[in-house]
């Protein structure tokens, strides 16, 4: 009998795990070897499963899935890894891709295509949607020997995860513990957020935060909807 691969899971929501490792033990060639539910979990359990391959949300209790295909890239180059999201836009995807990551898949379709996905990355190839290729490989041929970026692309990982939390609703204390960062480093990025997008105060950026959360879509703001931040 052949041995079966082994894959990881590192996803915080319970019940979407559970699922997703009930559909990949009914594959004669995989098994669910292990879960995790931040970076730093899903670091040491991976030292000790030694896994064939990682799934990973995008989006993490205190973490990022993003800092977890960095290290593994770094540190772990044999391992590839999966990223999950809810999200469906290319941004998420080539920040997934330039980190390190074999493939993207959104969770609205991962129970119908999370086999395939596995099976494509396991054998060395990309995985992508359709949809998702045709998004990256329209945008770079629009970019082609330009070096303009959207805003949203001028933005680092970390600040992406800064305004994405703001957008949640957090304060910077509550993102500073939850990064284990300082409040004043935390307004630093809130600074360069503003710089980067075009925003004038701390109001502009929280209704720009929440806008984008809720529709992944940067809008034109004003500063009277939100009196503090």
């Known amino acids: 009998m052949a041995v079966k691969k082994k894959i990881m899971l ?8 559970l699922g997703l490792a009930e559909l990949i033990n009914q594959e004669d060639d995989l098994v669910a070897c292990g879960t995790a539910t931040d970076v730093d979990q ?8 030694k896994p064939d391959l990682i799934i990973a949300d995008i989006s993490l209790k205190n973490s990022d899935g993003i800092e977890l295909v960095r290290h593994v890239k770094k540190n772990n180059k044999d391992i590839p890894v999966l990223v999950l999201s809810m999200h469906d836009e290319y ?24 086999v395939t996905a596995i099976q494509h990355v396991l054998s060395g190839k990309v995985y992508l949607n359709d949809n998702l290729k045709e998004h990256i490989l329209s945008n770079i041929a629009d970019n082609f020997g330009t070096k303009d970026k959207t805003p949203m692309d001028r933005l680092t990982d970390r600040e992406l995860q800064v305004f994405k939390m703001v957008g949640k609703g957090f304060t910077s204390k509550e993102i500073a513990i939850k990064l ?10 809130r600074e360069r957020i503003k710089e980067k997008l075009g925003l ?30």
């Open 10 to 17: 590192v996803e915080d929501h319970p019940i979407f795990r």
């Open 200 to 229: 004038k105060n701390a109001n502009e950026l929280v209704r720009c935060a929440v806008h984008f959360e809720k529709t992944g879509e940067i809008e034109s703001v004003d500063d009277s909807t939100f009196s503090n931040a």
């Open 180 to 189: 284990f960062l300082s409040i004043k480093t935390i307004g630093t990025y």
């Open 91 to 114: 941004l998420y995807a080539q920040r997934s891709l330039h980190a390190g990551a074999k493939g993207y898949i959104m969770k609205q379709e991962a129970m119908e295509s999370v």
């Open 42 to 49: 899903a670091i040491k359990e991976m030292e000790i499963l």
